[in-house]
């Protein structure tokens, strides 16, 4: 099955920023990262890839979403929202954190979701020429 996740991931190499497949593997195989797919009910195709990690706080639990491929993925959040309850409360997750772009917001807060805070990224090196 890793050859077939593989194939659909390297599809969208730019939502992957930051991951080797060594390294996604390696996570999966420890536990540390989690692959799930979701698919309607009346389906057997995988629709959506949604990869996360369990990160402990000192006061929480997340189960942190970090990218969803696929097609039609609009239309699952519902689905979504399930799922990444399901897997959070049998991961032994207290929150569950999104890392999307912007137009996700919108849609997420109507299944409970709120901004808690804003990523932003530089890479060292621009960071390091900047005056």
């Given at each position: ?57 000192p006061a929480r639990k997340l189960l942190w979403v970090q990218f969803a491929v696929g097609e039609g993925i609009d239309g699952f ?55």
């Amino acid at each position: 099955m890793w050859p077939q996740i593989l194939e659909r991931l390297r599809a969208y190499p730019d939502l992957l920023t930051g991951y080797t497949e060594e390294a996604l593997f390696n996570g999966l195989m420890s536990g540390k990262d989690v692959l799930f797919a979701l698919h309607h009910d009346s389906e057997d195709l995988i629709r959506i890839l949604v990869g996360a990690t369990v990160v402990n706080q000192p006061a929480r639990k997340l189960l942190w979403v970090q990218f969803a491929v696929g097609e039609g993925i609009d239309g699952f959040v519902s689905i979504a929202k399930d799922a990444f309850h399901d897997i959070a409360r049998r991961l032994g997750c207290t929150d569950v954190m999104v890392t999307g772009r912007r137009g996700w917001l919108r849609k997420l807060k109507d299944v409970g979701f709120r901004e808690e805070s804003t990523n932003m990224v530089v890479s060292v090196d621009a960071l390091g020429t900047r005056q």
